[in-house]
Nanobody, 123 residues
Framework: QVQLVESGGGLVQAGGSLRLSCAASGRTFSWYVMGWFRQAPGKEREFVAAITWNGGSTYYTDSAKGRFTISRDNAKKMVYLQMNGLKPEDTAVYYC????????????????WGQGTQVTVSS
């Protein structure tokens, strides 16, 4: 079992940057695919990015490509989402999630979730 806690959200102006962090606990963290999802008010939870267990492969939703970077540090049991060039449409609650191989972009296929961290991007 993996427990996840997100942090790093906040208010930022359009064009700014934030780095979200996800702290994991559990002995099997390194075995998990890690993903970031987001959910805006009235919207379904949306896939943002994922990374394989060894960090060898990353995956992004089209809107995140070229702006967001997912990374992980298994020794520290941390996952990060570096977000650059933020846009108002990025405003959402961002969730860290852990799942089994292979990588999936479907929320219900992830096993563990954090509580979320709010990201608000103003014009």
């Amino acid at each position: 079992q993996v427990q996840l806690v997100e942090s790093g959200g906040g208010l930022v102006q359009a064009g700014g940057s934030l780095r979200l962090s996800c702290a994991a606990s559990g002995r099997t963290f390194s075995w998990y695919v890690m993903g970031w999802f987001r959910q805006a008010p009235g919207k379904e939870r949306e896939f943002v990015a994922a990374i394989t267990w060894n960090g060898g492969s990353t995956y992004y939703t089209d809107s995140a490509k070229g702006r967001f970077t997912i990374s992980r540090d298994n020794a520290k049991k941390m996952v990060y989402l570096q977000m650059n060039g933020l846009k108002p449409e990025d405003t959402a609650v961002y969730y860290c999630a852990a799942g089994r191989n292979p990588v999936t972009m479907t929320p219900y296929e992830y096993d563990s979730w954090g509580q979320g961290t709010q990201v608000t991007v103003s014009s």
